[in-house]
């Protein structure tokens, strides 16, 4: 019986898990068997290279026939500052979707920063927590021989010297 995959940890289960106890980590996603994208990522890198051009030539193929259906030339202004470009159509638009995409790019990287910087911290914190661990398992060890050589000490058979014989 596991957990939910999207389960919301708080900080003793994440300090646990960052041992390797309790929950046990989800597995990575991995394409179905058979799968055209499992194929395109499984191989030798020439097969690999192959299946992905497979994989996008619909895509380049529907930008080529986009370009050249819009070959009408266009004026684009920048308003305040006069600034004038003329253009096909099509380069212009596939411009704005490729800088809508970088745009978009770049706003998740900022989302995943927080993200990033707390697992940094975590892995830092687990690193502490394992030496302070290791360090209070040599003390343990330690502490467990002294008291092993005081008990072997004590159990030692002292030496009397012999009994005196009293004259009578």
Same mark, same amino acid.
């Given at each position: ?5 999207? /389960?919301?940890?708080?900080?003793? /289960? +994440?300090? @646990? ?11 990575? $996603? =991995? ?15 020439? +097969?690999?290279?192959? $299946?992905? !051009? ?14 050249? *259906? %819009? /070959?009408? #030339?266009?004026?684009?202004?920048? &308003? ?13 638009? !596939? ?6 995409? !970088? !745009?978009?790019?770049?706003?998740? &990287?900022? =989302?995943? @920063?927080?993200?990033? &910087? ?10 502490? @927590?394992?030496?302070? @661990?290791?360090?209070? %398992?040599?003390?343990? =060890? ?12 004590? #159990? #030692?058979? /002292?030496?009397?010297?012999?009994? =005196?014989? *009293? +004259?009578?």
């Amino acid at each position: 019986m596991g957990f939910p995959r999207f /389960t919301r940890m708080d900080g003793p /289960t +994440r300090a @646990l898990m960052a041992f390797g106890i309790g929950l046990r980590k989800p597995r990575r $996603w =991995v394409p179905r068997r058979g799968s055209l994208l499992n194929l395109a990522l499984a191989g030798s890198p020439m +097969r690999s290279m192959i $299946w992905r !051009l497979i994989l996008i030539s619909p895509l380049l193929l529907l930008l080529i026939l986009f370009a050249l *259906s %819009n /070959t009408q #030339s266009v004026r684009l202004g920048m &308003w305040p500052t006069g600034i004038s470009v003329e253009a096909p159509l099509s380069i212009l638009i !596939l411009l704005a979707m490729a800088v809508a995409f !970088l !745009l978009g790019a770049l706003s998740t &990287w900022f =989302v995943g @920063l927080g993200a990033r &910087w707390r697992a940094r911290r975590a892995e830092q914190s687990a690193g502490a @927590l394992r030496s302070e @661990l290791q360090a209070a %398992n040599a003390r343990l =060890v330690r502490d467990q021989e002294r008291d092993r050589v005081r008990l072997q000490d004590r #159990s #030692s058979p /002292t030496i009397l010297p012999p009994a =005196v014989q *009293s +004259r009578s």
